[in-house]
């Protein structure tokens, strides 16, 4: 599933949809074993999402099975907002994601469970920023494939201009006007969805 359709299918639940869902929701909070369809329902969009942040395929199953133990590890927490609960596991990936990224940069193993769990917690009530990552995430994903790379590795891996441009083979003013007009782009289009 491509980002574009992605972002429609979280954004387009109707209300007999968004009302199915809380009774899932409700169901797997009173028997963890009812978890089972809102898993199903959302592996895929969970999983395509990790995948394109992810260097490899192990990687993104690993981070993919991680996001759903966390989520129905805190199942009993979360507070029903009318949002999709989509929105919830990609702020829990997104979460992941981040830890896995800064162990990496900084080569200490930290128990991903206790932060996550953490995070879990204080995201499931903040509804409006959970919608704003998740568009802004499939925004930078329709970017075009170069000023998309540029976005990602500045702001996601916090890489310098001089690491981005000799990584992609280029001067460190073409990352730059790269960078620019990406930015430009995803101002325009946060303007147009206000």
């Known amino acids: 599933m491509n980002a574009v359709a992605n972002f429609a299918n979280l954004s387009s639940l109707n209300d007999a949809g968004l009302n199915h869902e809380r009774l899932l929701i409700e169901a797997a909070q009173n028997d963890p074993s009812r978890f089972a369809e809102l898993y199903e329902n959302n592996f895929h969009r969970v999983y395509a999402f990790v995948a394109r942040r992810v260097n490899d395929r192990d990687e993104a199953q690993d981070v993919t099975a991680e996001v759903f133990h966390q989520a129905l590890k805190n199942i009993g927490r979360f507070q029903w907002r009318g949002v999709p609960f989509a929105a919830w596991l990609l702020r829990i990936a997104t979460n992941a ?16 469970e206790d932060s ?5 917690e204080s995201d499931a009530g903040n509804t409006a920023e959970l919608e704003r990552h998740a568009m802004l995430f499939e925004l930078v ?12 590795r500045r702001f996601v891996d916090q890489k310098s201009i001089r690491e981005i441009a000799q990584e992609l083979g280029r001067s460190e003013g073409a990352v730059k006007q ?8 995803l101002r325009g289009q946060v303007r147009k969805s206000q």
Do not use: H, M, N, Y
């Open 97 to 112: 994601l981040a830890d896995r990224w800064q162990r990496a940069s900084r080569g200490i193993e930290v128990q991903a």
């Open 141 to 152: 994903d329709r970017l075009p494939a170069d000023q998309r790379t540029v976005v990602l």
């Open 178 to 185: 790269l960078q620019f007009r990406a930015l430009e782009t």
């Open 116 to 120: 996550l769990e953490e995070r879990a």
